[in-house]
Structure formats: structure tokens, C-alpha cells
């Protein structure tokens, strides 16, 4: 199985660490900004997975044009949008993202994509400034899906966020 996912959020969030993370199995603290499509694949069940991750710079938020983020959105079988639990800007940027998602034509005509909301840096909670509350409430009310996990500490907490998420657009793409 074939499948796409988009990571999206504002600037240093963690997107990339997260997305190198799942691949390398490691946290190497600085990535460039590139965009770039990586190709990842598991066994689920003795079946072979293929993950295809958009992962790029921009944050979708405001600075990416409405073309690109169509073609994001038509292109997604699964989203990942993280935000920064040191940021609260970054968690309202996630908030408006599943409106603008759920609001876009593509999105609208498929079979609706799962939506992942993760808070990343959790190992930074010294600094913490939104609660894992508001992160479950906003998954609640939007009917998604929540984690809070630590790409710098943590592998077994990405590793959640993908199979989580793979799981679920299994059940959505055998069940149509
Ligand atoms: P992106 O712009 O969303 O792709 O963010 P990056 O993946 O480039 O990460 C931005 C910065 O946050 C980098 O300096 C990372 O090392 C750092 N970072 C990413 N994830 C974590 C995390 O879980 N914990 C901590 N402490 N730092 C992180
Ligand atoms: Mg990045």
C-alpha cells in the first residue's frame, strides 16, 4: 500500500526533525530548508507500507501560495500538523489549518483524509506555554487525532504519530 502524508505547521515547530527522526532513527538538531518528499517503508501485518512525506519550509499559515496548498491537499492521504507546546502561535497556526484543510474543495470530494495533531518538544516543558489539555480539546472538537511527543528524545513517540496514522488511513482505504 501506497501511502501520502503531509507535514504541515509554522517555522521550527519540529517538522523536519520529526520527519528525519522516523527515517534515521536519529535527532541531529539542525535541517535545512528544503522541500522535499521522502520515501519511507514498513511492514504492517506482513503487509509492505510505502510512505511517500511531503515536508517543506514554508508554513502553510501564511507565506505558501493557495495553488501549492491545494496541490498539498489533493495530493494527501494523511496529515500530520505539529506545533511547538513552547509556541502558542504555532498551536493557533494548527488550529486554523484544520479549518482552512476541511474548508478546501479537495479535501471536501475524498474520502477525509485523517488529520494528526502533534505537539512536538515536549522535553521542553520548562518552557511550556500550551497544555496538553488544549492540544486534546482542539482534537476533540475537530474530531483528529492528538500526541505529544519529543523528536529530540523520543523515537518511540514518532514512531507513534506515522503508525497511528497509517493505521488509520488503512482502515479508511479498506473500508471504500
Ligand atoms: P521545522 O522548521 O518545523 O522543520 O523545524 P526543524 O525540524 O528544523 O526544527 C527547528 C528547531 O527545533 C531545530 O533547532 C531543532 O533541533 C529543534 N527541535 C525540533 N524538535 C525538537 C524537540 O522535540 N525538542 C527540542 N528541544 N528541540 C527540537
Ligand atoms: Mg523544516
Redesign the pocket.
Known sequence: MDVNIVVM??????????T?RLLTRR?I???G?IESIYSHSFMVDGREISLNIW?S?YSEDSSMETSLFEKKVQWADGYIL?Y?ICDRASFNSVSRLIQTIKSTKDYLNADKAPIVIVG?????HHRRTVLSEEGRLLALNTDCHFYE?????NYHSVLMVFHGLVDRMKDAKLTT
Open positions: 505547521g509554522t517555522e521550527s515547530v519540529g517538522k523536519s526533525a520529526l528525519v535527532f538538531g539542525e535541517y530548508d515536508d519550509p505539529v511547538s512536538n518538544k515536549r522535553d521542553l511527543v519529543s523528536a529530540a528524545e
